[in-house]
């Protein structure tokens, strides 16, 4: 019989089934606007959950209204490299077998010869190259597929793009924009659902008015899940392995992490490789630490690059400043430089996403970033 690794924490990919707390009211919004048409932002910090709540909405949809298809455009880098990706997701995800990819490229992609590879683990996996260039296509023709499709299928499509900001980096970023934004905004039987990691970069995109994509749709942010949510999810994860969790212990990790769904898994896991019954208070201290282990080459790696000034913030914010940052005492006491130097320190730090600014004031993107430098100051 073949067995089957079912893991009891799952953390760094999409998660679903078992592994994805239900998300209720996120996934019943979700749904609608993607029923009803509605473009949709989804912003959060890291690791929040967009991947995953987006690809959960894409499996409750009501299939007969809508055909929603997903791409992560992360390693796209140029125009026409997103173009190619584009088309062959589509194409694929809306065929439900080669010959009918082969009719739709021959219907409306006539002038490429596309290249199939077939799997070698699967007779039905295969993966489409159109090789589109300018010559062949161009950008409007190109963003115009999915309207041709839907057409053509007699349903609404969705389109889902993970990691959408990587297009602020393409050579004439700007003019792609205002291309896509051009066509998509008239289409009538697609709608669009863009989202990706770097929080700093999607606010640009879709929060600045001079930005072609200024509210091109909803924009969800989304929340962290609730200690009540994940207070039964993990709970009844260490039942199954037969070993117990009291509730106010869920509760620590939850606060230890600031609830990022990813870093609560991740802890989760760690308290119950330390755990033999019961977890206890040593047990959550070990699950802390092997964390901070865990994460303790990654944030030296990110924060290698940041100047002494620079660390002087972020160590600033964790000691519990959030404001004040013109005082002369808190420049002084930290050993922050001048004002202006302040002010162009948490912009890069903010660009960088190492920092967010809230109507309270600055905080640590990471919340793991934060114990890591408490421990070592
Ligand atoms: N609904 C959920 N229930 C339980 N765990 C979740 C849920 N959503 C996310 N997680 C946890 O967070 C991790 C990251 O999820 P996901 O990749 O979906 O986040 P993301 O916001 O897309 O991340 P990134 O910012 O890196 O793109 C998952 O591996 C899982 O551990
Ligand atoms: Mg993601």
């Not at 609608?32 to 959060?44: D, M």
């Not at 989760?268 to 070990?286: D, Y």
Request: hydrophobic share 35%; proline share 4%; with cysteine.
């Amino acid at each position: 019989m073949k067995k089957e690794v079912n893991p009891s924490f799952l953390y760094g990919v999409s998660v679903e089934g078992d592994n994805f707390t239900d998300r209720t009211q996120e996934t019943r919004r979700l749904k609608l606007n993607f029923e009803n048409g509605l473009n949709v932002i989804l912003i959060s910090p890291r690791r929040m959950g967009k991947t995953s709540l987006v690809k959960h909405v894409m499996q409750v949809v009501d299939k007969d209204i809508v055909h929603p298809v997903y791409m992560d455009i992360y390693d796209c880098r140029s125009e026409y490299d997103f173009y190619n990706k584009f088309a062959e997701t589509i194409l694929k995800q809306t065929s439900s077998k080669i010959e009918i990819l082969m009719e739709n490229v021959r219907r409306f992609l006539a002038r490429v010869s596309p290249k199939i590879s077939m799997s070698p683990d699967s007779i039905t996996d295969y993966s489409i190259t159109l090789g589109i260039t300018p010559k062949e296509y161009s950008p409007e023709e190109v963003l115009s597929l999915p309207e041709q499709i839907a057409k053509q299928m007699g349903k609404h499509i969705v389109v889902c793009i993970d990691e959408f900001q990587q297009l602020a980096e393409w050579p004439d970023s700007l003019q792609v924009q205002k291309r896509m934004r051009g066509v998509w905004q008239h289409q009538q039987h697609v709608s669009y659902c863009l989202f990706g990691s770097r929080q700093h970069m999607m606010n640009q995109l879709f929060q600045d008015k001079r930005m072609p994509f200024y509210q091109f749709g909803e924009p969800n942010y989304l929340q962290d899940i609730s200690t009540d949510d994940w207070i039964p999810f993990i709970q009844s994860k260490f039942e199954k392995k037969g070993l117990h969790i009291n509730s106010n212990f869920v509760q620590q990790i939850c606060d230890t992490v600031e609830n990022q769904s990813s870093y609560v898994q991740q802890l989760s896991w760690n308290v119950m490789l330390n755990t033999e019954n019961e977890v206890a208070e040593e047990t959550i201290e070990m699950g802390i630490s092997d964390l901070l282990m865990q994460c303790t080459p990654l944030f030296m790696e990110q924060t290698g690059s940041l100047t002494s000034y620079q660390m002087n913030l972020l160590r600033a914010i964790v000691d519990g400043q959030h404001t004040h940052w013109s005082s002369q005492e808190v420049l002084t006491k930290y050993n922050l430089g001048t004002k202006s130097n302040v002010a162009k320190m948490q912009k890069v730090l903010m660009e960088r996403d190492f920092i967010v600014s809230t109507e309270q004031g600055l905080f640590l993107s990471d919340p793991v970033m934060g114990l890591w430098f408490k421990k070592k100051a």
